[in-house]
């Protein structure tokens, strides 16, 4: 059973910091790559960052480029999510997911499993 368990949510001011956490408890696992999507009232999901397991590589939405970062760590099983200058615009539910089989970290039908989600609400 895949649980991803998101963390680290909150409210915020405008400008202010926040890191989520993403971590994957299954003892087993096989993933290319694990990655941050968020939902708006009223709108579609997008995608966020993600992340490729092995090599590293990231991949960012242009609307947080230089502003969120996306790490992993191994050993934890865990993905995290550095948000910083944080506007009104990113006020949403962020969901981390994971994916089992190489394709396209940016697209949201490529993922597997994902986690329950965790409200961010920036204030401004």
């Known amino acids: 059973q895949v649980q991803l368990v998101e963390s680290g949510g909150g409210l915020v001011q405008a400008g202010g910091s926040l890191r989520l956490s993403c971590a994957d408890s299954r003892r087993t696992f096989v993933k290319y790559g694990m990655g941050w999507f968020r939902q708006a009232p009223g709108k579609e999901r997008e995608f966020v960052a993600a992340i490729s397991w092995y090599s590293g590589y990231t991949y960012y939405a242009d609307s947080v480029k230089g502003r969120f970062t996306i790490s992993r760590d191994n050993a934890k099983n865990t993905v995290y999510l550095q948000m910083n200058s944080l506007n009104p615009e990113d006020t949403a539910v962020y969901y981390c997911?994971?994916?089992?089989?190489?394709?396209?970290?940016?697209?949201?039908?490529?993922?597997?499993?994902w986690g329950q989600g965790t409200q961010v609400t920036v204030s401004s």
């Open positions: 997911a994971t994916e089992t089989t190489v394709g396209d970290l940016r697209r949201e039908g490529e993922y597997d499993y």
